[in-house]
């Protein structure tokens, strides 16, 4: 390991000014210091950092550290809607969002959380209304709401289909208005730095120059995002890495239930480019081979509008039963989601945006002609292990979103509930963060561990070299995560896909071909790849162990949900050996585990 040569200049450094240098031979360890650091700009990021700006009165400075630009984050593909209760005097109540939510995350969902979220969302469509948010109208000039799956009432707040698209521009546009929030565009976050226990900072690779720094905070929140790009077929870009969640990992803060993934029913073939729920809320129907609208048999009552989870698996029954079709280029199989009966005009005015997507990926004009769908990797509902105030296991550090695991998903998140746990939880996480930083010095470095970290990736990955590519291993990780921890799983499977890991984890991948240090995609590709793999290996000893069928997670082996052993929730600790598991008890206020129906 590289010497620290003089510890107490930088030390010197970072009293005297807001930013220091720490000078080595061959790099330079930059310390960036602020009150509050946010790693993430999604939905998550963004509605946090907004809060810590307003709870401190901008007396707070707040670094946003992003690996892509922030309005390119994750969240701006969001298509649907964004759950609330708006119109009690209409039938709706906080009862029975509650209730949906409960159910619909097969009972492992903490009721006290789904409380408070249910409670809190209704303020947040009026705040992103205020912000400038273009909700879509009804007729009478009211916010409009339309039908998502596991729903009783029309709950889904939405803005055309590109509700994330609008919520992310209205939530930048309000973050720069607060000069207290700066934005590190394109910086990869590397590792969480912790003394004895309390949050320190976050290293950070600046991708456009190859420069590395220490971002110094007394606060932290982690907002990464979910880890969908573990899969190939995924309706997630391909930044969707679980680098946040590996980060909290290594830094040894549990993740939870992470053995549960949500396929989302409609995923375009061969793309995997998501056709939103809300095509089915609008009245769109699943239709097999054989013109059947097949879900009557699966949900009589809910139809294309139950849970993801039950939609997903009658349509691989359908699938392995024969009754699908056929994509002979990809070889994969898929039904129809036919939304010819929405009607041209409400298809214009209200999925405008999955016209143009089926039209441009796959020539088809929905209005006339159905479209190929088969299940597709699509959330997490798993993440870094939080509790209901997103706080993690390290004093000062939180964690929001899709990254975090509160948990108001269970094993089955309904759709609409993401954006929506983002901007609550990004609301708490950023006001408590903001207390906490205006009550506390800052601490002490551990230099060792930040030395260590930028050794790691410049002497061990950026001039290390080895014998095997790294994008081979991210390619046959999410084949066999494809093939062994999709919509049903089998012990066997997921075994064999857990010792494949195993053997990856062993290869020499750790290296660059691209040696250069400005926009090494290549060095950040890598450093993605070590965070799959150990976040994969997670997902599958997980799912291995959980000997039941709950909400997305389908074991063929063990077809029952099993409350009397398994209702509680999975926590994974890193050890040398690969993780080991350990589970709490899920939080049941007011709904007793029932046998769900749709
Ligand atoms: C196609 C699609 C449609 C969806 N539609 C809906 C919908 O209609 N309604 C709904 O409720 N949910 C929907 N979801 C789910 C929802 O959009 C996401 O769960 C949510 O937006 C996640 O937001 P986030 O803020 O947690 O993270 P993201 O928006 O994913 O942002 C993650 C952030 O973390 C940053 N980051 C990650 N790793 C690093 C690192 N190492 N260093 C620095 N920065 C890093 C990224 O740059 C990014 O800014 C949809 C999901 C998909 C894929």
């Known amino acids: ?156 707040t939405f803005a055309e289909d590109k509700v994330g698209f609008f919520e992310m521009q209205t939530l930048y546009d309000t973050a720069t208005k607060y000069d207290s929030i700066k934005f590190y565009q394109e910086w990869f976050a590397t590792s969480i730095v912790k003394y004895q226990n309390k949050f320190v900072g976050v290293t950070a690779l600046d991708i456009k120059k190859g420069d590395f720094a220490f971002f110094k905070a007394k606060a932290g929140i982690i907002a990464t995002g979910g880890s969908g790009r573990l899969y190939s077929f995924a309706t997630y870009g391909y930044s969707a890495t679980p680098d946040g969640m590996h980060m909290a990992y290594k830094a040894g803060i549990p993740l939870k239930d992470m053995e549960f993934i949500q396929f989302h029913p409609s995923g375009m073939v061969p793309s995997g480019i998501l056709i939103t729920e809300a095509a089915r809320g609008e009245g769109g129907i699943l239709l097999n081979k054989e013109g059947e609208r097949f879900m009557k048999r699966y949900a009589p009552e809910k139809l294309e509008l139950a849970s993801r989870d039950v939609v997903s698996r009658a349509i691989i029954t359908e699938i392995e039963q024969g009754r699908g079709f056929k994509d002979e280029a990809s070889g994969l199989e898929y039904v129809h989601l036919d939304l010819t009966g929405i009607g041209e ?72 509930n993401s954006t929506a746990e983002c901007l609550v939880w990004g609301k708490i996480t950023g006001e408590l963060a903001a207390r906490y930083a205006t009550e506390k010095q800052h601490e002490q470095t551990p230099w060792e561990d930040v030395m260590m970290e930028e050794k790691r990736i410049f002497d061990g990955i950026l001039h290390g070299s080895g014998s095997v590519n790294p994008y081979e291993i991210r390619d046959n990780l999410q084949r066999e995560m494809d093939a062994n921890a999709y919509v049903f799983r089998t012990g066997d499977g997921l075994l064999h896909a857990l010792k494949r890991i195993r053997e990856m984890k062993k290869q020499d991948f750790r290296h660059c071909e691209d040696k250069s240090r400005r926009y090494n995609t290549n060095l950040k590709d890598v450093l993605e790849v070590e965070g799959m793999l150990e976040v994969a290996e997670v997902v599958l000893l997980s799912a291995l162990t959980r000997t039941e069928s709950r909400g997305a997670h389908a074991r063929r082996d063990y077809p029952n949900r099993d409350d009397k052993n398994w209702l509680k929730h999975t926590l994974a600790f890193r050890t040398e050996e690969g993780p080991k598991l350990d589970y709490k008890p899920v939080v049941i206020t007011k709904y007793q585990p029932a046998e769900r129906h749709y």
């Open 345 to 416: 005009k409400k298809i214009k005015e209200r999925l405008n945006g999955i016209r143009e997507i089926a039209l441009k990926f796959r020539g088809i004009d929905i209005i006339s002609e159905p479209v190929p769908v088969r299940p597709v990797c699509h959330y997490v509902m798993g993440g870094i292990d939080v509790n209901i105030d997103g706080a993690t296991s390290i004093a000062g550090l939180w964690a929001a979103g899709e990254a975090a695991c509160v948990s108001i998903n269970g094993a089955n998140r309904l759709g609409a």
């Open 1 to 156: 390991m590289k010497q620290v040569k003089n510890v107490s200049e930088v030390f010197h450094w970072e009293s005297q000014r807001q930013k220091g240098c720490y000078f080595e031979a061959r790099s330079v360890v930059e310390v960036i210091k602020s009150d509050v650091v946010i790693v993430g700009s999604g939905i998550a990021g963004l509605r946090a950092a907004i809060e810590a700006a307003r709870a401190s009165n901008s007396r707070l400075e707040i670094s946003i550290v992003t690996k892509v630009q922030a309005m390119r984050s994750h969240s701006v593909s969001a298509e649907g809607g964004t759950a609330a209760v708006l119109y009690p005097e209409l039938g709706d109540s906080f009862e029975s969002h509650i209730f949906d939510t409960v159910k619909g995350s097969d009972y492992l969902a903490d009721q006290d959380a789904v409380e408070r979220f249910v409670l809190a969302m209704p303020s947040e469509i009026y705040q992103l209304e205020h912000w400038g948010m273009p909700w879509s109208r009804r007729e009478d000039g009211r916010i409009a709401q339309r039908w998502f799956g596991g729903y009783s009432y029309p709950r889904a």
